[in-house]
């Protein structure tokens, strides 16, 4: 089973916290020993060389003398003005013994049951005279020991000196078993106060597990929360999911809307084809039946046909203008005034009792606007507004053509002085199959394409176009396309 990233970063943390006490207390523990030892070694070394210039017989006296074990007062570093203190605190056994020239033990004092010591000869004691040595007793303990070349006694070639190394070892058990006690105590307490930590610092990531979960569970507006300091990496990774999140969400929206344009067009599609459709069966079964003359029937059907046939030119225009690569246009130097007049001429056959302004975009005269462009699209453009302006206002409704140059730009505006529109209608009015009046009727108008055919063929040529309106001042289309040289 694996382990959770908690788990994992606070065994690794127990363990590398586990590995730094037991190196800290080896070397604390090895560093007692060896000063230890080293202060035995300073508490041997007088011991040594008063023995060695004492003849044996002569602790044979004090002993007979006392009845006692005579080592523990011979001279010591403290008798001698060593610099210890108390020379024999870690001596808690001594022994002594004189050798004989073969190594042989002649004379011991002392622990009777004393160190085994290895055969010194008389080249042995002179090669390691004055180097401590350690050595096991007879009972498994150690003993600390020193050899000398015996300078106070004939027929012996050294005297060897020995302590046990008991209270040291005592002394060194209870440091390390108070260095195990309280490296578990302290591992146990860094394991405890890590694990708390380790469960702050991954608390972040829990809340992005939950705000992965609510996602999942379709509720695409949860964002990750960002920390207080957003430098940190869980700071950077919410930032990156946050953005992430977002442009989810934009895109799903986006792909949501686009199904739901996209239905409304099949629907409205539908609609616009089912009613020539319907015209065009109906005459045919009424002349079958005999209901209706040929002439009317035949005239009816091709009205019918030709609105049709004129439906689906627009939508193949608008499918062509939506590709990614554009519509073939053919770009050709032209100018916008020409088709700013021919729609003046427009308006006036169209309705005569029209009062027509002729000026520039913002007023004054009428001036040029070069454009590279193609001029059929274009007429197509403007003649879309014309009718529109023509179906939309009571007849009479003054109008105003504009056309000039601004800002780098040529500019072409068609306004009336009609009703206009409200705000929401206004923000549809260059939606595919949008007819401000709501109406399916073919006698209010077309099939509400003319306006984002204009829309498109302007977005083609690089332009854009806009619509200013409120209820009851009337509607002013602006076009602006990039200006060409003159």
């Given at each position: 089973?694996?382990?959770?990233l908690?788990?994992?970063?606070l065994?690794?943390?127990?363990a590398?916290?586990?590995?730094?006490?037991?190196?800290?207390g080896s070397?604390?523990?090895?560093q007692?020993?060896h000063?230890?030892?080293?202060?035995?070694?300073?508490q041997?070394?007088?011991?040594?060389?008063?023995?060695?210039?004492?003849?044996p017989?002569l602790?044979?006296r004090?002993?007979?003398?006392?009845?006692?074990?005579p080592?523990g007062?011979l001279?010591?570093?403290?008798?001698?003005g060593?610099p210890?203190?108390?020379?024999l605190?870690?001596?808690?056994?001594?022994?002594a013994?004189?050798?004989?020239?073969?190594?042989?033990?002649?004379?011991?004092?002392g622990?009777p049951?004393g160190?085994?010591?290895?055969?010194?000869?008389?080249?042995?004691?002179t090669?390691?005279?004055?180097?401590?040595?350690?050595?096991?007793?007879?009972?498994?303990?150690?003993w600390?020991?020193v050899?000398?070349?015996?300078?106070?006694?004939?027929?012996?070639?050294g005297?060897?000196?020995?302590?046990s190394?008991e209270?040291?070892?005592?002394?060194?058990?209870?440091?390390?078993?108070?260095?195990?006690?309280?490296?578990s105590?302290?591992l146990a307490?860094?394991?405890?106060?890590?694990?708390?930590?380790?469960?702050?610092?991954?608390?972040?990531?829990?809340?992005?597990?939950?705000?992965?979960?609510?996602?999942?569970?379709?509720d695409?507006?949860?964002?990750?929360p960002?920390?207080?300091?957003?430098?940190t990496?869980?700071?950077?990774l919410?930032?990156?999911?946050?953005?992430?999140?977002?442009?989810?969400?934009q895109?799903v929206?986006?792909?949501?809307?686009?199904?739901?344009?996209m239905?409304?067009?099949v629907?409205?599609?539908?609609?616009?084809?089912?009613?020539?459709?319907?015209?065009?069966k109906?005459?045919?079964?009424?002349?079958?039946?005999?209901?209706?003359?040929?002439?009317?029937?035949?005239?009816?059907?091709?009205?019918?046909?030709?609105?049709?046939?004129?439906?689906?030119?627009?939508?193949?225009?608008?499918?062509?203008?939506d590709e990614?690569?554009?519509?073939?246009?053919?770009?050709?130097?032209m100018?916008l005034?020409?088709l700013?007049?021919?729609?003046r001429?427009?308006?006036a056959?169209?309705?005569?009792s029209?009062?027509?302004?002729?000026?520039?975009?913002?007023?004054?005269?009428a001036?040029s606007?070069?454009?590279?462009g193609?001029?059929?699209?274009?007429?197509?453009?403007?003649?879309?507004l014309?009718?529109?302006?023509?179906?939309?206002?009571?007849?009479?409704?003054?109008?105003?053509i504009?056309?000039?140059?601004?800002g780098?730009?040529?500019?072409?505006?068609?306004?009336d002085e009609?009703?206009g529109?409200?705000?929401?209608?206004?923000?549809?009015?260059f939606?595919?199959?949008?007819?401000?009046?709501?109406?399916?009727?073919?006698?209010?108008?077309?099939?509400?394409?003319?306006?984002?055919?204009?829309?498109?063929?302007?977005?083609?040529?690089?332009?854009?176009v806009e619509?200013?309106?409120?209820?009851?001042r009337?509607?002013?289309?602006?076009?602006?396309?990039?200006?060409a040289?003159?």
């Amino acid at each position: 089973m694996r382990l959770s990233l908690r788990a994992r970063l606070l065994s690794i943390t127990v363990a590398l916290l586990a590995v730094g006490l037991v190196v800290i207390g080896s070397v604390v523990v090895r560093q007692l020993e060896h000063q230890l030892l080293t202060r035995v070694d300073a508490q041997l070394a007088p011991m040594s060389r008063a023995l060695s210039t004492m003849p044996p017989e002569l602790l044979d006296r004090l002993r007979a003398r006392t009845g006692q074990e005579p080592l523990g007062r011979l001279p010591t570093g403290a008798d001698q003005g060593s610099p210890a203190a108390d020379p024999l605190d870690l001596i808690t056994k001594g022994y002594a013994g004189y050798l004989s020239a073969g190594g042989a033990v002649l004379h011991s004092f002392g622990d009777p049951a004393g160190p085994g010591l290895p055969r010194l000869d008389a080249a042995a004691v002179t090669a390691r005279a004055g180097e401590p040595f350690t050595v096991e007793g007879d009972d498994g303990q150690e003993w600390r020991a020193v050899v000398l070349p015996a300078q106070g006694a004939t027929g012996h070639s050294g005297v060897v000196a020995a302590v046990s190394l008991e209270a040291l070892q005592a002394t060194v058990n209870r440091v390390r078993a108070a260095c195990l006690v309280a490296g578990s105590v302290l591992l146990a307490v860094l394991a405890l106060v890590g694990g708390i930590a380790i469960r702050a610092g991954l608390a972040p990531l829990r809340r992005v597990e939950e705000t992965a979960a609510a996602i999942a569970g379709g509720d695409l507006s949860r964002r990750v929360p960002e920390p207080a300091a957003p430098g940190t990496e869980v700071g950077r990774l919410a930032r990156s999911l946050n953005t992430m999140l977002a442009q989810i969400e934009q895109g799903v929206a986006a792909k949501v809307e686009s199904e739901a344009r996209m239905r409304r067009f099949v629907a409205d599609v539908s609609h616009e084809l089912r009613t020539p459709l319907f015209g065009i069966k109906g005459f045919s079964e009424l002349y079958r039946m005999g209901g209706t003359e040929a002439g009317p029937a035949m005239a009816r059907i091709e009205s019918e046909s030709g609105r049709l046939a004129e439906l689906v030119d627009d939508l193949l225009l608008l499918a062509g203008l939506d590709e990614s690569d554009g519509p073939g246009l053919d770009l050709t130097p032209m100018d916008l005034r020409t088709l700013a007049a021919d729609a003046r001429h427009d308006f006036a056959a169209l309705d005569p009792s029209r009062p027509i302004a002729f000026t520039g975009p913002s007023g004054g005269p009428a001036a040029s606007a070069p454009v590279l462009g193609d001029e059929a699209r274009l007429r197509q453009v403007v003649s879309n507004l014309v009718g529109n302006a023509v179906t939309h206002t009571p007849a009479g409704t003054p109008v105003r053509i504009g056309v000039g140059t601004d800002g780098g730009e040529a500019v072409l505006v068609i306004a009336d002085e009609g009703p206009g529109l409200a705000p929401e209608e206004a923000s549809r009015v260059f939606d595919r199959f949008y007819r401000a009046d709501g109406s399916r009727a073919r006698a209010t108008g077309g099939a509400g394409l003319g306006l984002a055919i204009v829309r498109s063929i302007v977005a083609a040529h690089g332009g854009r176009v806009e619509l200013r309106s409120a209820p009851g001042r009337g509607a002013a289309f602006e076009i602006r396309l990039p200006a060409a040289a003159s």
